[in-house]
């Protein structure tokens, strides 16, 4: 059984590593913030004061962290991923960032001998906690094949998308549009509201009709309950659609729903709900 490393065990990675660790993989961990791996250490894992030593200790590395800022940093710090990377170490980035931070971080992985996916995930806290996340993965396909186990216990599904920076624009482009519906899900919540209907008969006509979906009936829920615990921080779906926003600069692509959508989070996080979860957008309405 290979052993496996895990970076990043914030919200996403810790409930992802611990299911590593129930499905009795050896497994050694690091997060900036140490605190959050108190409990993956408690179930059986290996904590480690640096990414480089993550690296050193395992054959497949995963990392899971917020975003392409902290993806770049824990690989390209001076005790970072790059600096274990040798001939047949694998890295496994399941974060969500652009095509070209992927790009980047596959380069300089593949440059040192090592072997690169990059594994973003649709899903949120409690699909990372049930093992129910979808997994898009690009880059070495042999690699893909090898972390099945791994996968298996993660998500429900994966599938292989190509070559570096497809899975990062396959991800954007299922954030763009949850991100896009969530907003315009907010506002009809708010609108009826506003006329003195019920929002709980507005849920069960929509679980009835064409517009059945999970999101709805689960963000519908948090709103009526004005339940805002963060199962996806609303601070990261600005981050995904301001990404989606630039792949279409660079494409030349107008998004104007997706625009919109952004303004909307990017008034949530001035009005200070950035680390609530992603239907407080419906706040802004208010």
């Given at each position: 059984?290979?052993?496996?490393?895990?970076?990043?065990?914030?919200?996403?990675?810790?409930?992802?590593?611990?299911?590593?660790?129930?499905?009795?993989?050896?497994?050694?961990?690091?997060?900036?913030?140490?605190?959050?791996?108190?409990?993956?250490?408690?179930?059986?894992?290996?904590?480690?004061?640096?990414?480089?030593?993550?690296?050193?200790?395992?054959?497949?590395?995963?990392?899971?962290?917020?975003?392409?800022?902290?993806?770049?940093?824990?690989?390209?710090?001076?005790h970072?991923?790059?600096?274990?990377?040798?001939?047949?170490?694998?890295?496994?980035?399941?974060?969500?960032?652009?095509?070209?931070?992927?790009?980047?971080?596959?380069?300089?992985?593949?440059?040192?001998?090592?072997?690169?996916?990059?594994?973003?995930?649709?899903?949120?806290?409690?699909?990372?906690?049930?093992?129910?996340?979808v997994?898009?993965?690009?880059?070495?396909?042999?690699?893909?094949?090898?972390?099945?186990?791994?996968?298996?216990?993660?998500?429900?599904?994966?599938?292989?998308?190509?070559?570096?920076?497809?899975?990062?624009?396959?991800?954007?482009?299922?954030?763009?549009?949850?991100?896009?519906?969530?907003?315009?899900?907010?506002?009809?919540?708010?609108?009826v509201?506003?006329?003195?209907?019920?929002?709980?008969?507005?849920?069960?006509?929509?679980?009835?009709?064409?517009?059945?979906?999970?999101?709805?009936?689960?963000?519908?829920?948090?709103?009526l309950?004005?339940?805002?615990?963060?199962?996806?921080?609303?601070?990261?779906?600005?981050?995904?659609?301001?990404?989606?926003?630039?792949?279409?600069?660079?494409?030349?692509?107008?998004?104007?729903s997706?625009a919109?959508?952004?303004?909307?989070?990017?008034?949530?996080?001035?009005l200070?709900?950035?680390?609530?979860?992603?239907?407080?957008?419906?706040?802004?309405?208010?």
């Amino acid at each position: 059984m290979a052993k496996y490393g895990f970076i990043g065990t914030g919200l996403m990675g810790n409930a992802m590593a611990l299911n590593l660790i129930n499905a009795g993989h050896e497994l050694t961990v690091f997060n900036r913030d140490a605190s959050k791996c108190k409990n993956l250490v408690e179930a059986g894992a290996k904590q480690v004061g640096t990414a480089l030593e993550v690296v050193a200790a395992a054959d497949i590395t995963f990392c899971m962290v917020s975003d392409p800022q902290a993806a770049l940093s824990v690989c390209f710090s001076p005790h970072g991923v790059i600096q274990g990377i040798s001939q047949g170490k694998c890295y496994v980035d399941m974060s969500t960032v652009d095509p070209q931070t992927a790009e980047k971080i596959g380069i300089s992985v593949q440059a040192r001998g090592g072997l690169y996916l990059e594994a973003p995930v649709s899903g949120s806290l409690q699909p990372a906690k049930d093992g129910q996340l979808v997994i898009m993965a690009a880059g070495d396909q042999a690699l893909w094949q090898k972390v099945q186990p791994a996968f298996e216990v993660m998500g429900k599904k994966s599938v292989f998308l190509g070559e570096i920076g497809a899975a990062a624009s396959m991800k954007l482009a299922v954030n763009m549009m949850m991100g896009s519906m969530m907003s315009v899900f907010g506002e009809a919540m708010s609108d009826v509201d506003s006329c003195n209907l019920k929002g709980q008969d507005f849920l069960d006509i929509l679980s009835e009709g064409a517009l059945a979906c999970p999101m709805y009936a689960g963000k519908g829920a948090a709103l009526l309950g004005e339940n805002y615990s963060a199962n996806f921080p609303l601070k990261h779906l600005q981050k995904d659609l301001r990404l989606a926003i630039q792949i279409g600069d660079d494409k030349q692509l107008p998004l104007p729903s997706v625009a919109t959508a952004n303004e909307a989070f990017k008034r949530a996080c001035q009005l200070g709900l950035a680390d609530e979860d992603m239907c407080a957008v419906a706040k802004t309405v208010k």
